[in-house]
């Protein structure tokens, strides 16, 4: 089964930028939308932004402007740009499907922001 593997986190100041990666090898890759989750300490997983297999892209109203979604559908990896991070986006991030059967969740990759 399909498990993503994330990575790019760290610990970063107000204001600073990370760029998360996503490897989410699966012959059905390019076919399917993908997302960006996050889950905060004693919050539910929330979606950040989505990417459909042909570009189409969304965002949640609270990262928009500050973050970018991309795809690599040669590469089967999917990026998440963040600029402008702030301590509210404190989080394990993750990527998955977006809608459909999902893949298994990953570990995800942790982002720290200090104020």
């Known amino acids: 089964q399909v498990q993503p593997v994330e990575s790019g986190g760290g610990v970063v100041q107000a204001g600073g930028s990370l760029r998360l990666s996503c490897e989410a090898s699966?012959?059905?890759?390019?076919?399917?939308?993908m997302g960006w989750y996050r889950q905060a300490p004693g919050k539910q997983r929330e979606l950040v932004a989505t990417?459909?297999?042909?570009?189409?892209?969304n965002y949640a109203d609270y990262v928009k402007g500050r973050f970018t979604i991309s795809r690599d559908n040669t590469q089967k990896m999917v990026y998440l740009q963040m600029n402008s991070l702030k301590p509210e986006d404190t989080a394990v991030y993750y990527c998955?499907?977006?809608?459909?059967?999902?893949?298994?969740w990953g570990q995800g990759t942790q982002v720290t922001v200090s104020s």
């Open positions: 998955n499907k977006y809608g459909g059967n999902q893949y298994r």
């Open positions: 699966g012959s059905t890759f390019n076919l399917v939308a």
């Open positions: 990417i459909t297999s042909g570009g189409f892209i």
